[in-house]
Structures are given as C-alpha cells and as structure tokens.
C-alpha cells in the first residue's frame, strides 16, 4: 500500500509510472503523457473541460490524485477515434459534433465529449433530459447547448442504426451561391474533436521557465516598501523582477497608457489585482511559492467601490486627471421641450452589475526568446497587433523585434483585448534568454482581466398618448475600475444606444465613465448596449402598461427605419431590419403559442401545479458594427495559390470559437468557385499576416470578411489578367471552377496556374487593405457607424410562486444580420448569445466589497448550463448592407442583447413584480409578491 | 511544496486506520477527495504528509442488506447509491439527495462518508441519512463502535471524529417496512455558491390513514444537521391534510432556527420556503407510504 510505481491502462496502453507526490491525474496526462486534448479549465471541480472516463464513469482529472488511478483504464478524448488503415475514423460523437456546429473555440469540447461517450455506454437511445442530466456540469461558455443535444441524439441514432450521422437542420440563408450561404464545417473542428488542437498551454519549449505574479490583494494603498529578496533566495527560482527591471515604458493600455506593468515603491496600487513583482522558476509550484515570498507593505488609501462615490468631490483622485475618464454627450433636439410635449413622461433607475466573461480557457502567454535577438509571445489574443506594440513599448523595443503568434483560443468574448501575461512574459524571458510560460489559474483570471462595466442608468421617457416616443434623457454611470481599458468605447456605445432602436425627436443622453478601485472593465460581448438596453426595454413595457397599448406595437411604430435619424442624427439609409424583426417574434409567438393577441403576455398558470405561473416577454435592440465614431476601421488580408492548387488566406484577425475562419475560408471559395476545403485559413500571426485590427464591435466578418474577399478578387484579376496574355483570350471570357481556370478551350488546374503566374513574374498572392466607409465622431451628426444590427425576442419564463424561483422555457430570437453567410455558425452565435443574456438576467453576478473580488472563484461565479438552456427558435431576418461583404453585418453581440429585458418584463408579466437590478434575486421577486397579496 | 508527500492505497479498513495513526503529521484520509482536493489546491488546508485512500477497501464500498438493517459503505460514491435497486427500495430520501449533489462527474467520485464527515448543516447526503433514523460504524486502532447519526455531529463542519484515528466505515438503515416511506428536497440559488438554501427529508409510517411515526430533518437549521422532533411529535395519530401540514409547518417554524447567510438567503427567506419543501416531502412521503 506504499508508493508504489502508478499502473494504469491508457486509451489501450499500459503505463508504468513512479509516482510524483502531489500529481493529479489531469497533469499525469498532460505533461507526462503528453495528451493535452484533456483541458483544465477551472482547476476546481467545476467546468468538466478536465472530464477523463475511468473504468467507464467521467470523473474530473484536474481533481483526481493520480496515484489513485492506479489499476484503472481510463479513457481520453484521444482514444476515441480509431485507426483505420492508418487513417483516423471520428468516434460517432466527434463526427456528429463536426458536422452539427457543436464545435466553436472548442476548448470544452474533449469535456463535452467524454461526458457525453460515457452516456452513450450506458444507453444507446438517451432521451434530451437523460442528456441535460448529464451535462449537467460540463459547461461551454460559446453556449452551443441546444446543437450540442442534437449532435448527441444524432451519434447516438448514427451508433444504433449504423447510418451516418444525420445533417444539422438550421434556418437557411438567402444568397444562392456555391459556397456563401451553404452549411459549411470549421476548418478547425477535426482536430477539436480528436484532443489534437493545440491552445497555449499545451505548448512546451526546451528549457522553459514558468512564471507567478505577486499581486497587490489591496485594493488601494501606495506601496511603502518592497522585498524581493526571499523570492529570489528559493532554490529553482531564475528571476524576479520589479518596476525597476522594465527596461520601456512603465504603462501599458489600448487606448489610454495608464495601467502599470507592475507597481513601484511610492506609486499607487489601483485595484487587488495590480502586479507588484514577477518570478520565473523552474517549475510552476516553485514560482508560485516565490511569489508568495515577496514582501510588500502598503499605506492603505480610501476605497472607491462604484462609479457615483467616485464622482463625488470629496473622493481621492486615482489618476492624475481625476476620476472622470470621459463625459459622454449625446444631444438632439430639445427634451425640455419635448417632455413638455408630452402626454405622459416616466423616470426609473436601473442597475446592472459587473460580469466575468468566464472564458473557459484561462489566460496563458508563452515568450520565446530567439537567438537572433527578436522575441516570439504565443497567445490566444483578440487584437494582436496591439499586443506586439504594447509588448515592445515595455521592452522599449522596435515593434518588429515582436513577434506575437497567435494561437486557438478557447473563448473572448471581448475579455482577451487588453494584456494578461505577455509582457510579464517578455519581459522574463528577456532577461533570463529561455522560454517563460505565464498561465493564470481561474482565481487570477477573475481578478485581473477587465469585466463588464457595471452601470447605474437613469431613463426618462416621454410620449404622446398614441404611443409615439417624443423625449428621452438618459443618465449613465458606468464603473470603469481601475484602469480605461476600452472604458470609454464601451460607455460611449451604452450612451449612443441608451434610447434604443427607436424614432425620438428629443434625446439627451450623458454618461459618466469613471475609475474606481474595482478592477478594470472594459470590452464585453455587447459593449455597453446590453446595459442600457436592459434599462430602456424596461421603460419601454412601463410605458406600454401606462398607456394600454400592445407593448409589441409600441416598438413597432417607434422602430428605426429607413429615412429615420438616430440619437447621433445618423440616418438610417438602408438596412433597417428592426421592423421584420418585431413583425416576425410577433408572428412566431402567435403561431407556436396558439395564444390569441390580448392572451399573448398574459399570465397563465400552468394546469395541474397552480403554483408555476407561465408569461412572455418582449424586447428589441439595435447594435452597431465596426468601430465607428470616425475611427479608420481597416483590416488585411492576403490571399495566396500554392502549387498543389490549394489557398491560403492569411489575416491578423482573432479567431476566438466565433468562427471568422469559415468566414475567411467560405468568401475566398466562393471568389475561386472552390470548395471551401481548398482554401486553408491563418490568421493571428503578426510577422505572417497582415493586420486585421482588433476583434471586437462586431466588425470582423465586415471588414475583414471583406478583405479577404477583395484580396481574393484582387488575386483572380492578376490570375485572369496573365491568362489572358498567356492563352489570348479576352479577360471576360475566363472563368474559374473546382477544375481549374477555363481558358480558349483548355482547363488551366490551380496548381499548374501557380507555376505560370511566376513564370510570367507574378508573385502568386495578393494582399489587400480594407478601409472601411468613414465614419464620424459622436457629436458630429452624420453616419457615426458603417451598420446596425438588429434584433427581437420573446422569452417565455416560468415562476415558482411559492419560491420565487424563475426558468426560462422558450426564446424565439430574430436577428437583421444582413446577409447569414454561415448558417452553421450564425446559428451557434444565436443559441449562445441566447444563454449568455439567460445567464445576465438570472445567474451572473461579478461580485466586489470594498475594492475585494468575492467571486473569485469559478464555484461563486455561476454561468449558464445546459440546465438553464431554454428553447431557441432562431429566424434569420436579411436585410443587407451596401458595403458589407455580400450584405453581411456583424451578428456576434446583438443576440444577447435583448434577452434580459425580455426576460425581465415576463417576469414582470407573470408576477407584477417590475425588476430594475440585475440579475434576477429570487428571493427578491417572492417578497415583492407577497407583499403585493392583500393582508391574510 | 507538493500537495502530499505519500499516497497509501490501503485495501482494509484495519491497514487503512493504523497507517492513518503511524502517518508523521499533517496526515489524513481521502475518499472521494472531491472537497479535500480542492482545499489543498486553494491553500484551505495545508499540505499534507500521507494521504490515506480509502477508495480500495472493499468493506467500505459494499451495499448489502444485513439482518433487518440496510449496510451502505461509507466510501461508496453517491452514483452508485443512487443506481442501487436496493436503496431505490428501501431509502427513496437517500436516493433524491444523492442524486443532487454536485454534478455527474463529483457524484462518480464522492462518498456518502465524506458528505457526512464534513459535518455541514446541511449536507443533502447528511440530511436524507438523519430522516431514516441512519447509524453509523466506525474504525479506529482501538476497534469498532456504532454511534446514531446524529451524535457525530457537533457543529458547524465539526464531527466528533478523531481525524487521526476514525474513519467511517459505513451507515446502517433500518429496512423499510411496508407503509413506510421517505421523501427529500431542498432549494438553490441560482446565482453564486452551490449551497442549498435550504433542503429537508421526511421519513413516515402510515398506518389505517394515520401518521404512526415520523422524521423529519431539516438543514441549515442551526449549528448542526437538525432533526424537528417536536414537529415529529405533532404529525404522530393523524393523517396527513391541509390541517395537518398546517399544524406542522408552524410547529416547525417555532422549533428550527434559520438565519441568514450572505449571498445566498435572508431567515425570512428561508422562514418561507421551509414551509413549501415540508409539504411537500410529506405530501411525497405519505402518498409512497400508502
């Protein structure tokens, strides 16, 4: 019974191992045996990324001692799929995931996975609750739960009846075309399925060091003495480094240079997660433990917990211009006048919390120093090239000594814009000429990046008694934290879309983006128009009740359309899809609920358990593509044929699970008249791909979509212009197919098409800068933003009235995307944008107390399962934009939008019980209840 | 700077006791692991010298029925209670709770003893064993002693265990007889930690229409896992009605103390629901009972 050698049975292979005191299974497969398909997303029990079949149950490795695998056969996502003639045969359920769209930034999937192979071993025929039941704890933040239960039922039916695996049935587009439109697979989602994909921390170099960062823990203090020399004295320890060691600039930021790289002796400590000191070790408990070493004391200061204390006058300024990091204005017409206008005005304040975007791989930045003096970061990064330029401002480099090469990433979300690691990263790697790998646990995830702004909004609405909306104001406080990240772009967008997609004469709107001693907030799916829509949807239904009206044909006749000016005096010249999208919830709703108008949002209580009461809800939103606000929204791409026929298209655009790989893949293909498979996608790399700017607003299928497209044109144009001379044909008489280019009767095939471009001394490749229309700043009037999406939903929720305890059953979700060029994955951005406004209105919750983080745990800080997965419908509505890339305009945020709202105001339909905080409090809703029945 | 030093796989309960005494200090025992490991890795207990599986021992895995008493080993992870035809058969209450903890993958690995060593207030596992009127033997170097439920608890997260030298080794149930029946359910959150607000098990007999004898446990409701013996006492002789259930719910509400905790649910909160999960175990537990 002593420790003795570890023997276990791997996907079929007998290992023998001495054991490594305090090893989980987890890290025995991963760094050991190398089978880095099995992921750690939380370290703690709780995601089920980790999830390994032992002796036939999924048990979570990450937790598991690996001693005590000993005698057992496990099972990883590598074992699944089988060698058939030296070729891989996909298991089933890996084939059904493919095919489906289950699969987005995949980092869960291997969890997925596993858990849903060892259901299969138990039953070959589950039912949908058997699959929930079991997925219970295996959570995907992409949020592709509905696909993924039909991906299930479809392996499972495949495994009975032998039969492939069904197709995936999912709204159709309405280009006609041979690519663009089709259902098409990711380019990655193989070797997501097989455990083959490789995310950063499956990365390992020769002599590669680790590193920990010590980091403040007090929220606001200036640092009165620093000791490193504990942590340096640790035996394994390499280097420790302060403020003193940056060799370059001291801040770092993405728009504004105000956040330390680590804090010095004298200077101010903003928020618990600020860095004071970075080690590198030989190993990863070594490095931690050398951080713990470090010794700070601090001069305690005042805490700012939210954004109105730090308004007030008497409050310490954090940064040297104050608190107020921007006074967003928004002005058109004259509210005075127009609430003196009109017939009814209603004021309410909202709140809405901070939110984690719980991405569910964790930060990790690998920096590789090169013998020739550059220096190489491996990350999963949303703007790269910004992380080049603020990783060599640090090393007081050139850009171009950088090099950042992007890897997958399991998931953004808007959480991965700012720096994590890369230049603690760099800046150790620097100094110690080897490889340094700096991964944030989940604990230091939460407390570190930048979250959702936390905002207080105030609405005051005016109408005339036919409902038409004459004035608003709107009053915005949004909490900023400790540094600007993109803090005033996201409060700007709150500002700009505070009075929703709607007609109004009269707006004025401010807001007040302000630093507390909260940590940082800054980009997140929804850029600050899920927090004021909430509010205005809110007042939108209070005015609906107050009125009498049909709440839907309230929005209806306010709806944006084309001729109308937005709050920001943009006209709406084109693509105003808001009005299709009302009109076809409304439809949909009526159809699938059998419910007759007047019953639509009534409460109904559900027969036979008087208790559950059951009501809709409705809301609408609008959401801005691009950059905007006069901002030269540009990307690249570069596109080049190869002898063997195949393409690349290369950009450095982030591809975060979101899918603008297939994008890139499919608008090349349909240029070629290929099949999407020829054409191979790289993106993220800045010495290898030319700039795609950030991955953030919306923009990427736009701008870079339409980069890719033009550069791929730009290509066939060269191609079609040295056929021409070569073969004397006119330019217009060519033309291209799978077989190659036609041409006076001869059928050129792509690869030899290659060879004779560089025989005629053309490069075969083309590289083309998109510069998106020009937009203009807000308070310039004129077109702010290059589009608008556009949304409707109705949320079906059902009340425990004696509990207060709220589920969601239906949300039908119509988006105006413009054109659906992947249907697939538009369909897997719905569903998830879905339920991650299911998990804002009733789950998420980014708590703070005096400047401490109490959800600093992924076991506090709860997100969406497949048990808080209502029903999607999703209707696709096309209403296209001029420029965007065959009428495309940005998808991925508008659909969490308007869930909360819409769930909120079922709520409030069920119940009577009106909700101005998020998220939903049960407990709150049943007192509110009670106390509105009559005494006894 | 490990977790542990020395991981001893133990294959009786015998060997596991005597290496957990001769173990240098910090040592413990691990079963399912699933709240210990997590500790370690989170700095909430220190790093141990030996850890001492009790995951290979036969007799702490076994599911059996000895004489008149059901025998559930306390290292059987709460999966397999829930599949057990026999516990489905004879402890319902056992079955519901276990089939609420945690997710699929923690109910693979964690055990009923552990749910019980931790000694929470309001451990699902814990909760559904009080109402069955639970036993439960334990191991040390000295030999074996069997203790009620009830008397291993003293007070929050506080067991009269010796962790040095006790382990559990399983939990007897009385065999349920004809006319008996039990019941569980509890409440969440939906939001942040996952600790039932509150959660409640009913055992009763039924006889000729009548509440013969009854259980019911409640947590949290005080320091330790609560049994409401006068609410008990008030079901005895009648049969289970609105008047009943009335009666019932405000013996309750005198008898148990609830509080409030942060976060997760106010007295008052609790005060109302405890009232909505009594009835309906006992609606539950009285209609099985028939």
Request: charged share 20%; with cysteine.
């Amino acid at each position: 019974m002593t420790n003795n050698p570890i023997s276990l049975n791997v996907n079929g292979i007998d290992y023998q191992l001495d054991p490594i005191p305090g090893e989980t299974l987890a890290d025995l497969l991963r760094k050991r045996l190398k089978l880095t398909g099995t992921k750690i997303g939380c370290n703690e029990a709780e995601c089920g990324a980790c999830t390994v079949i032992l002796d036939g149950d999924p048990v979570l490795s990450c937790s598991y001692p690996a001693e005590r695998a000993n005698g057992k056969h496990i099972t990883t996502i590598e074992g699944l799929a089988k060698k058939v003639n030296d070729e891989a045969k996909l298991h089933p359920l890996q084939e059904a995931f493919v095919k489906h769209g289950a699969v987005q930034c995949g980092f869960c999937i291997p969890g997925q996975i596993m858990t849903s192979y060892a259901l299969l071993q138990r039953t070959n025929q589950p039912t949908p609750a058997e699959i929930r039941h079991a997925l219970k704890d295996t959570l995907c933040r992409c949020a592709g739960y509905p696909t993924i239960e039909n991906a299930i039922l479809s392996a499972a039916k495949s495994l009975q009846t032998g039969e492939p695996v069904s197709e995936p049935q999912v709204p159709p587009s309405s280009v006609d075309s041979q690519v663009i439109g089709k259902i098409q697979i990711r380019p990655d989602a193989i070797e997501k399925v097989t455990g083959e994909a490789i995310y950063t921390d499956d990365l390992t170099f020769d002599g590669m060091l680790f590193a920990a960062v010590h980091r403040a823990g007090v929220p606001s203090a200036f640092v009165k003495t620093l000791n490193v020399d504990k942590a340096r004295q640790l035996p394994g320890v390499v280097s420790v480094l302060t403020w003193q060691d940056i060799p370059g600039e001291h801040n770092h930021g993405l728009v504004i240079y105000d956040w330390p790289v680590m804090v010095g002796v004298g200077e101010r400590v903003r928020y618990v997660g600020d860095a004071i000191a970075i080690v590198a070790a030989e190993t990863q408990e070594i490095a931690r433990a050398a951080a713990d070493l470090v010794e700070v004391t601090y001069d305690l200061q005042p805490v700012i917990t939210n954004a109105v204390q730090a308004r007030q006058p008497e409050s310490q300024s954090l940064h040297a211009n104050g608190n107020l990091l921007k006074h967003i204005k928004v002005r058109k017409g004259n509210p005075v006048e127009g609430f003196a206008d009109s017939d009814i005005v209603l004021e309410h304040t909202f709140h809405t919390p901070s939110t984690d975007h719980l991405f569910i791989e964790p930060e990790c930045s690998v920096a590789v120093p090169l013998a020739d003096g550059r220096m190489e970061v491996y990350v999963g990064s949303q703007i790269p090239y910004q992380d080049r330029e603020q990783v060599a401002r640090a090393l007081g480099w050139p850009e171009e000594r950088v090099r950042i090469v992007g890897q997958l990433m399991g998931g953004g979300f808007g959480g991965k814009e700012d720096i994590a690691g890369q230049i603690h990263a760099a800046l150790l790697a620097n100094v110690t000429g080897r490889p340094v790998k700096l991964l944030f646990d989940r604990h230091e995830s939460l407390i570190v990046h930048p979250k959702r702004h936390a905002t207080q909004i105030n609405v005051k609405l005016g109408a005339k008694k036919d409902g038409t909306l004459v004035a608003a104001k709107t009053e915005l406080y949004g909490d900023t934290g400790a540094y600007a990240s993109l803090g005033e772009k996201v409060l700007t967008r709150a500002t700009t879309h505070s009075a929703g997609p709607y007609k109004i004469k009269h707006v004025h709107a401010d807001c007040y983006a302000m630093y507390t001693n909260n940590p940082p907030a800054g980009a997140f799916r929804g850029f600050g128009v899920l927090q004021s829509a909430f509010a205005f949807e809110t007042m939108m239904d209070m005015l609906a009740e107050k009125l009498d009206m049909d709440r839907v044909e309230l929005r209806r006749m306010n709806a944006l359309r084309v001729g109308d000016e937005t709050s920001t005096g943009q006209i709406m010249r084109e693509s105003a899809g808001l009005v299709e999208c009302i009109d076809k919830v409304e439809a949909e709703l009526l159809r699938s609920s059998g419910l007759s108008k007047t019953e639509l949002f009534k409460p109904r209580r559900v027969p036979g358990a008087e208790h559950l009461i059951r009501a809709w809800g409705f809301a609408s939103a609008f959401k801005n593509t691009g950059l905007g606000g006069g901002a030269d929204d540009t990307s690249g791409a570069e596109v080049e044929l190869y002898d063997d026929g195949s393409l690349q298209v290369r950009s450095a655009a982030a591809e975060l699970g979101q899918g603008l790989v297939t994008i890139m893949q499919m608008m090349v293909a349909e240029e070629f008249s290929l099949p999407s498979k020829r054409v191979r996608v790289l993106v993220m790399d800045t010495d290898l791909t030319p700039n795609g700017g950030p991955t953030t607003a919306s923009r990427q299928t736009y701008v870079t979509g339409n980069a890719s497209r033009l550069a791929a044109q730009t290509l066939r144009n060269a191609i079609t212009a040295v056929m021409a001379e070569k073969y004397d044909q006119a330019p217009e008489k060519i033309h291209f197919s799978e077989q190659g280019v036609h041409v006076n009767g001869h059928v050129i095939p792509l690869g030899q098409v290659a060879a004779e471009m560089r025989a005629a001394g053309h490069a075969p490749r083309a590289l083309y800068e998109y510069h998106a229309p020009a937009t203009k700043p807000l308070g310039q009037g004129g077109d702010m933003h290059v589009a608008f999406s556009f949304a409707s939903q109705a949320a079906e929720i059902e009340i425990n009235s004696l509990t207060g305890e709220v589920r969601v059953l239906r949300v039908i979700s119509a988006n105006d995307v413009g054109r659906a060029i992947n249907p697939l994955g538009l369909h897997g951005q719905v569903e998830g944008g879905v339920v991650m406004g299911v998990g804002h209105a009733l789950l998420e919750n980014f708590i703070t107390k005096d400047g401490y983080v109490v959800t600093d745990r992924m076991s506090r800080y709860r997100i969406p399962s497949i048990m808080h997965t209502p029903e999607i419908t999703s209707i696709v509505v096309e209403d296209p934009t001029k420029d965007g890339p065959y009428g495309a305009k940005g998808v991925g945020e508008i659909v969490c939008i308007p869930t909360p709202p819409a769930i909120t105001n079922a709520i409030y339909n069920a119940t009577g019980v009106r909700l101005d905080r998020l998220p939903v409090d049960q407990e709150q809703i049943l007192q509110a209840m009670r106390a509105m029945q009559p005494a006894g | 700077m490990s977790l542990w030093k020395e991981y001893l796989r133990p294959t009786t309960v015998q060997d596991a006791v005597l290496a957990l005494a001769s173990a240098p200090d910090p040592s413990c025992a691990i079963a399912g692991g699933t709240d210990l490991m997590l500790d370690l890795q989170q700095g909430h207990h220190p790093p141990v010298h030996t850890l001492v599986d009790l995951t290979n021992i036969p007799e702490m895995r076994i599911l059996e029925v000895r004489g008149d008493e059901l025998i559930i080993g306390a290292g059987l992870p709460h999966n397999q209670i829930v599949a057990s035809p026999l516990v489905q058969q004879n402890a319902q209450a056992l079955v519901e709770a276990c089939g609420l903890i945690g997710g699929p993958q923690v109910r693979n690995m964690a055990t009923l003893g552990g749910n019980v060593a931790h000694a929470l207030p309001a451990a699902d596992g814990t909760i559904g064993l009080m109402s069955l009127n639970a036993q439960a033997e334990i191991a040390s170097p000295d030999g074996r002693r069997r203790v009620p439920l009830r008397e291993i608890f003293v007070g929050p997260g506080k067991s009269s265990l010796d962790a040095k030298r006790e382990i559990l080794v399983s939990f007897a149930i009385p065999l349920r007889k004809e006319h008996q029946a039990s019941a569980f359910c509890r409440i969440m959150r939906a939001q942040g930690i996952a600790l039932p607000i509150l959660n409640l098990a009913v055992w009763l007999e039924r006889q000729n229409g009548l509440v013969t004898d009854a259980h019911v446990a409640v947590g949290p409701a005080g320091p330790v896992p609560f049994r409401a013996s006068q609410t008990e006492t008030c079901l005895l002789g009648k049969p289970i009605n609105d008047q009943t259930i009335s009666a019932a719910q405000e013996t309750l509400l005198a008898e148990a103390t609830f509080r409030t905790s942060p976060a997760r649910a106010t007295a008052e909160y609790r005060r109302q629901l405890v009232v909505v999960l009594l009835k309906n175990a006992l609606n539950t537990a009285w209609e099985r009972a028939a």
